[in-house]
């Protein structure tokens, strides 16, 4: 009865800034919310601040949104970092979750009483019993 299959969730906040420090910010202010998501036991994430930290320059801005949004159509939910209001990649990152059906939760704590979230490690408790019973 092992069903191994995490839900997943993406990361949804500012990136670009005025500089390579602000930008650094923004990605620790991510990783930070990408850990806290990791550590409900629930989820696999993914944070598209880390996939293109070093990318800065190598390509148009535009390369990096149409390829996280493809993969943001393969994700069960996404979650924002604070201040997301003020970054057109997030917003259009949120309209794109909207748009698709995609939940977008605000808090970690949203996301950690959501249903589905509920549901699934109810199913991961009875999936230990039953192989604790085996």
């Known amino acids: 009865m092992h069903n191994d299959?995490?839900?997943?969730?993406?990361?949804i906040g500012p990136y670009r800034a005025g500089n390579a420090w602000e930008i650094e910010q923004n990605i620790r202010r991510a990783e930070e919310l990408a850990l806290q998501v990791w550590k409900l036991g629930t989820a696999g994430v993914h944070c598209p601040?880390?996939?293109?930290?070093?990318?800065?320059?190598?390509?148009?801005?535009?390369?990096?949104?149409?390829?996280e949004i493809a993969l943001l159509s393969?994700?069960?939910?996404?979650?924002?970092?604070?201040?997301?209001?003020?970054?057109s990649g997030?917003?259009?990152?949120?309209?794109?979750?909207?748009?698709?059906?995609?939940?977008?939760?605000?808090?970690?704590?949203?996301?950690s009483e959501c249903e589905w979230i509920k549901r699934y490690q109810r199913e991961k408790a009875r999936e230990r019993d039953y192989d604790a019973g085996a």
């Open 5 to 11: 299959k995490m839900l997943t969730v993406y990361i």
């Open 49 to 67: 601040h880390t996939n293109t930290r070093f990318f800065q320059g190598a390509d148009d801005d535009g390369v990096w949104l149409r390829g």
């Open 74 to 87: 393969r994700m069960d939910a996404a979650i924002t970092v604070p201040g997301w209001e003020q970054s």
């Open 90 to 111: 997030s917003l259009a990152e949120v309209a794109f979750c909207q748009d698709n059906y995609i939940p977008v939760f605000h808090t970690l704590t949203e996301l």
